[in-house]
Structures are given as structure tokens and as C-alpha cells.
């Protein structure tokens, strides 16, 4: 029986074969490796744009009917809570909950149309790698002119805005 040093010993060196032949395969075709600053993107991008505004517009028109419903409640405010102040509190977290959904699926939306222009942006233009930054230590460093970015910006904008949406 061989001692488990060799037999460990020949794993490593098999693992480490392995990785090299990997790593040759990939840059093999001269595969070019990039960066994108996500929150830029994110933050640049027609749609986000877009489902902010609309987002706004139904914070605010919550916001006023919140402001309503405060005022009537007051008005009854014999200072024991009323049916009409539950009520109050039920429609209050009901539209919270709304329009945290809405948000949740708007931000949905986004990085699922984001990530199929990233991903025909790296097909279109030979990328083989392209690695997402945004400033939660994943990306330490990034030498800036590996940063496609601004690129990217103009290209999801441009399939965005030619797709009429």
C-alpha cells in the first residue's frame, strides 16, 4: 500500500495540470478579458431611468393618499384608536408591501434586460470574460482600460431604445 503523501502529491500535480491546460485553452484564442462598473450601468441605463420615474409617481401618489387618510383620521380623533385609524394602519402597510413589490420587480426587470445586453455585448465583440465591479471588494482593482463601461452604457441604451420599449 503506497504511503498518502504520494497519493496526495499525484493529485496536486494532477490538479495543477489540469488548471494550466485550462488556462491555456481559454487565453488560447486570445480571449479579451473586461470590466464594468454595475452601479454606473445600472444607474445610466434608459429602463432604470424610466422605472425610476415611474416609481416615484407611485411613491408620491401613496404619499398623498397617506397624507388623506392622516388628515380624516385626525379629524376623528377622539384619542382612542377608531376603526377608521386600524384601517388606516392595514392600508398603510398593504401599500408599502405594493410598492416594495413593484420596486422589486422593476430592479427585476432591469439586470435581467442588462445581463443579455452585457452577454451579446461580450459575443458581439469578442469578449471572453467580463467581470462585474460594484465597490463591494469582488473587483479590488481594475486597470481602467480594461473598464468597458461607458461602452456598454451606450450599447444597452442603443438595443434598448431601437426595441421601441
Known amino acids: 500500500m503506497k504511503p498518502l503523501w504520494i497519493i496526495a502529491l499525484i493529485a496536486l500535480f494532477l490538479g495543477l495540470i489540469n488548471t494550466l491546460i485550462g488556462l491555456e485553452v481559454f487565453f488560447r484564442d486570445n480571449s479579451k478579458v473586461a470590466w464594468v462598473d454595475l452601479n ?73 434586460q442588462l445581463n443579455e445586453h452585457v452577454s451579446r455585448f461580450g459575443q458581439e465583440y469578442d469578449y471572453g470574460v467580463i467581470l462585474g465591479a460594484k465597490s463591494d471588494g469582488g473587483i479590488m482593482h481594475g486597470d481602467s482600460t480594461l473598464n468597458i463601461t461607458k461602452d456598454l452604457i451606450e450599447f444597452a441604451n442603443q438595443k434598448y431604445l431601437n426595441a421601441g420599449q
Open 40 to 112: 454606473e450601468l445600472y444607474n445610466n441605463y434608459e429602463l432604470t431611468k424610466k422605472r425610476q420615474v415611474e416609481y416615484e409617481g407611485l411613491r408620491n401618489r401613496f404619499q398623498n393618499k397617506l397624507d388623506s387618510l392622516r388628515m380624516l383620521d385626525q379629524l376623528d380623533g377622539e384619542g382612542e384608536p377608531s376603526n377608521l385609524t386600524l384601517s388606516f394602519a392595514e392600508k398603510v402597510k398593504a401599500s408599502e408591501e405594493g410598492l416594495m413589490a413593484t420596486k422589486d420587480r422593476f430592479e427585476t426587470e432591469i439586470w435581467k
